[in-house]
């Protein structure tokens, strides 16, 4: 049986075994160099050298966050998390204070582990006997 000391020494042991992991929001900002044409949705120099005429530049802003990876298993489905379960799917468990984080990823940005990148399929919560922390289900992306 466990106690609530045990699931105490169970998160610290958890804790203990994060690793720092790169994430990126991506959010664009206007050209400088040729400006944004909204009715064509381009740049208004399709030669530009800044944007490539996109009229758009990627800003990425990398945070790192602490978290544990995890290959999915049965055990996995099992025990609730949300999504459907890939081959190659990962799910990164982090501190609950990083969800407002993890929402803006899901709809703008992505993640990488070890050296490959992946986008985030659904966020739930997870916990020895109690929620404290969120489970990121991660799938992943090709560049």
């Not at 610290?12 to 790169?22: A, H, L, P, S, T």
């Not at 490539?52 to 298993?73: A, F, L, V």
Request: neutral net charge; hydrophobic residues 30%.
């Amino acid at each position: 049986m466990i106690t609530s000391r045990d699931r105490y020494s169970a998160r610290v042991d958890m804790k203990m075994i994060n690793r720092m992991i790169d994430t990126f929001i991506i959010s664009y900002t206007t050209c400088p160099t040729c400006g944004f044409d909204e009715f064509t949705q381009s740049g208004k120099n399709p030669d530009c050298p800044t944007c490539n005429g996109t009229g758009k530049i990627e800003i990425k802003t990398k945070r790192i966050i602490y978290g544990r990876i995890s290959w999915p298993n049965l055990t996995d489905v099992i025990i609730g998390i949300v999504g459907t379960i890939d081959s190659g799917d990962a799910i990164l468990y982090t501190a609950m204070t990083n969800r407002t984080h993890f929402n803006n990823l899901k709809t703008s940005g992505y993640i990488i582990i070890g050296s490959e990148r992946y986008g985030i399929k659904s966020i739930s919560t997870a916990g020895l006997g109690e929620a404290d922390e969120l489970a990121v289900l991660c799938s992943r992306q090709t560049e």
